[in-house]
């Protein structure tokens, strides 16, 4: 939220430096992420003053140019200029040698001395596009013969320098929405750092408020009040709707809007003054001269203000004339009844919306506006008629006209103001230090805050309405606090602590473990958002029933629960090799979640029908490792995955000599690949990333995924119990086979078999060989596979290795058909 110094000085009499005011702000839980000094013209005008044409004449080599001398106060500078009106005799704009101009179409350019077609030129003589003041190029701006030479432009111009404060709100500070909001926070903060300053925040005076006359016709009528508690409008009649005034245009234009004209203007700044959202309806537009506020039938379509249809839900409350919906309360306008700059009269209104409504229709629709933010926060019921005499009084003043009703205000059930029970030793007991009862009183009253009654051991308060987040005595304590200061809180001399058990395994532990080694081995941890896009999962890998939507997302891309880490990987991967980062090795924890119901509910953070699982996912894309002069460039392929994860696996004390492997093609997000199988359970599946996939996130290069359940991780790594032992003493040995098997044979097979039929001597099986041509036959490969023999006791024989390898190739004979060659 953007914040102009100077407007808030309109509400607090303050002399302070900004630097100073912003560390107040952020002291006080109003943080200020940055401060921008402005100007109401881009540059300031700096080096521009007001200079008196001497000479024009015609340039001697260019039939378009002139040839002048321009008296500027202190020295008479020759200018050659191209300007179709220029004269002797004229008061001009000119810009110094050195000067910047900043021109409206956003380009600027540095004036420098300069030698045009022979001539000396040492300034510049302007238009209104080149000073940033207007959108004219037509000629150079002429002013009036009284305006004093020497004159400096910003002065002339009245360039207003101000102060953007931009504020990181948080979402329970609505109050502080607005200028007056800030200001009041500053008067309770300043008050109590100087005590005796009696510095307060000040609403503008509307007590002169007054109907001019009261002919209006218009009625107001709430179909739903608990949508609606409270409105309020008036009529004014015979505005004119023009362009506003300069200081209205720059008040806006140093919090980032952009002037429409004089009335949208007005309900703009006391939106941003006082944080009441207003709305003006042109009256002529209002067919049978009534307000209603009601929600339309299902699939009622409505053309917004920005010209987009949309389509109502049913439960979005609308503001409606007797025939059709004018506005979508609280959120925007629409098109047909706005203001525009053939209105004469207009219905102006101020609201209190109930804010879950109004959350949920702008959620819907994805349609956030200034207005909305604040309903959906939770707005001021008391408010509504200040803000609406407010804006009535500034509209008669800029823009004319009549005020041809009384304030029409329909408030059935007024909002009670909330009462809660403080108690000194609550303060103390939550703050860790006794702070003196006058100094909170002093705190609670310059928040607005009425003591409606006192005793020795607390108060009695009344909470404003416009504080939604103080509803608790908790609330109260945190208030007291923030005025009085987090740094004023001495820190304890001596520390209390307990020793706590720890589960095991420690989860967080592991999670380290697994973390610095990955990091350690060239990849880099990302974190995603658990909430996605929800045409992610509208594939056939993922059941409908089991997605968890959430019912006000913020927006559409993040409509649903993740059910899966790859879409946050694929997009990570998407966004860096836009940026031409190609080379990358990425891995994420994460939970992912289900709508299922589960049997296990117990504990506290464990929710019926709901289930959430820790997994792990790793992505390597494009070369191993960056190219040099010293190694070739190598791709990486599964494999290399693949013995990542393998590390990974053994560093968590995880052996798949019992697990079943099984291949993937074609399933789910992979084009080949692998899947590891414990127990029944899914512990590991990881292949190269289908061409479907990589086609909808446009990337070039393949990318290769594992996923990697950490939950089956942290039950299994204790399940292997980590033996020593003595150094062989004796020799391995080493035979080779070459095996001519069907294409459809996998190496897990191998391996399997050979362990099976020598389970003692047999320590390894390795493939380190695989041919395939049409002369060994269709349908099949050459494996070359070695066999690693050894005895703890002794040293083998050939005899007893002979007998061995025998074994194993009748094995692999007769269970997979092989032939060794």
């Not at 420098?112 to 300034?123: D, P, T, V």
């Not at 490792?625 to 290399?640: C, H, I, R």
């Not at 995880?654 to 993937?664: G, P, Y």
């Not at 490969?781 to 025998?806: C, G, H, P, Q, R």
Request: net charge negative; charged share 30%; aromatic share 6%.
């Amino acid at each position: 939220m953007k914040i102009s110094l100077n407007w808030l000085k309109d509400y607090i009499q303050i002399d302070e430096t900004p630097e100073k005011i912003a560390r107040l702000l952020t002291d006080c839980g109003l943080e200020v992420e940055s401060l921008e000094k402005t100007e109401s013209v881009k540059g300031g005008l700096k080096g521009i003053v007001i200079g008196e044409v001497l000479t024009c004449g015609k340039h001697p080599d260019a039939d378009r140019l002139s040839v002048t001398t321009v008296d500027i106060g202190t020295e008479v500078l020759p200018i050659v200029c191209g300007a179709p009106n220029v004269a002797s005799g004229q008061k001009v704009v000119v810009a110094t040698v050195g000067t910047t101009l900043y021109t409206s179409t956003g380009e600027s350019f540095e004036i420098k001395k300069a030698k045009i077609r022979g001539q000396e030129s040492r300034g510049m003589i302007c238009a209104e596009d080149e000073l940033g003041l207007g959108t004219s190029h037509e000629g150079i701006m002429v002013l009036e013969p009284e305006v004093k030479t020497g004159t400096p432009a910003a002065s002339y111009f009245r360039v207003e320098e101000d102060y953007c404060i931009e504020i990181g709100l948080t979402p329970n500070r609505i109050d502080a929405a607005s200028h007056y909001g800030v200001a009041r926070d500053l008067a309770a903060v300043i008050s109590h750092v100087q005590p005796g300053s009696a510095i307060k925040a000040h609403k503008p005076d509307v007590s002169h408020f007054q109907p001019d006359e009261k002919t209006s016709e218009i009625s107001i009528k709430i179909e739903d009040s608990d949508a609606c508690p409270r409105y309020t409008g008036l009529t004014i009649s015979g505005v004119k709707v023009q362009e506003s005034p300069d200081w209205l245009k720059n008040r806006l234009k140093t919090i980032g809007l952009k002037s429409i004209n004089n009335v949208v203007d007005i309900t703009n700044f006391v939106l941003h003054e006082t944080g009441q959202p207003l709305h003006a309806f042109d009256a002529s537009k209002i067919a049978g001269n009534k307000v209603i506020i009601r929600k339309p039938q299902k699939d009622t379509t409505f053309l917004t203000l920005d010209e987009e249809e949309v389509k109502l839900t049913g439960n979005d409350l609308m503001i409606c004339n007797e025939k059709d919906p004018m506005c979508m309360a609280g959120i925007l306008g629409g098109i047909d009844a706005g203001v525009s700059n053939a209105t004469e009269n207009i219905f102006l209104e101020s609201a209190y919306f109930e804010a879950s409504g109004i959350r949920k229709s702008s959620k819907h629709h994805t349609i956030n506006t200034d207005s909305s933010f604040r309903f959906e926060r939770g707005a001021d019921p008391a408010m509504t008629v200040f803000a609406l005499k407010r804006a009535a009084l500034l509209i008669k003043e800029l823009a004319g006209g009549k005020i041809t009703s009384d304030v029409m205000d329909v408030y059935p059930s007024p909002v009670k103001p909330c009462i809660i029970d403080f108690r000194y030793e609550s303060a103390i007991r939550l703050i860790g230090k006794t702070i003196d009862k006058e100094t909170i009183k002093n705190i609670l009253l310059s928040l607005e805050i009425k003591i409606t009654h006192e005793t020795p051991e607390g108060l009695e308060l009344e909470i404003p309405p416009y504080r939604v987040d103080v509803t608790r005595e908790a609330d109260v304590v945190e208030e007291i606090l923030r005025i009085y200061g987090y740094n004023n809180i001495e820190l304890p001399e001596r520390l209390h602590a307990s020793i706590v058990s720890s589960p095991n395994p420690d989860k967080e532990k592991l999670q380290n473990v697994a973390s610095d080694m990955l990091s350690g081995r060239g990849f880099n941890e990302i974190m995603n958002n658990s909430l996605t896009k929800s045409s992610y999962y509208k594939s056939d890998l993922f059941k409908p029933e089991s997605i968890v939507h959430i019912l006000n997302p913020l927006s559409q891309d993040l409509g649903v629960m993740r059910q899966s880490l790859f879409f946050g990987g694929m997009e990570t991967i998407a966004w860096n090799q836009n940026r031409r980062v190609t080379d990358l090795s990425l891995y994420e924890f994460g939970n992912i979640y289900f709508k299922e119901e589960t049997k296990d509910h117990e504990g506290p953070l464990k929710l019926p029908g709901y289930r959430e699982q820790r997994m792990l996912s790793l992505f390597m894309t494009g070369n191993v490792q960056p190219e040099s002069w010293y190694a070739p460039t190598k791709t990486v392929s599964l494999f290399d995955l693949k013995a990542e994860v393998m590390v990974l696996l053994q560093k968590m004390n995880i052996r798949l000599d019992d697990a079943t492997a099984e291949e993937i093609h074609g399933e789910n997000f992979w084009e080949a690949g692998m899947r590891y199988i414990v127990n029944g359970k899914t512990l590991l599946e990881l292949g190269e990333v289908s061409r479907h996939f990589l086609k909808a996130f446009d990337l070039k290069q393949d990318v290769f995924y594992a996923s990697v359940n950490w939950e089956m991780v942290l039950k299994l790594q204790d399940k292997n119990p980590i033996r020593y032992h003595e150094i062989p003493k004796f020799p391995e040995v080493r035979r080779d086979l070459a095996l001519l098997i069907s294409n459809e044979v996998k190496f897990s097979d191998i391996e399997r078999l050979a362990k099976t039929a020598e389970r003692k001597l047999l320590k390894k099986v390795r493939l380190f060989d695989v041919y395939k041509d049409e002369k060994i036959g269709a349908g099949k490969k050459s494996y070359a596979v070695s066999f690693t023999l050894s005895d703890e006791k002794k040293t083998l024989t050939d005899k007893e290795i002979d007998k061995v390898m025998n074994k194993i190739s009748k094995t692999l004979q007769k269970e997979l058909n092989a032939n060794i060659r």
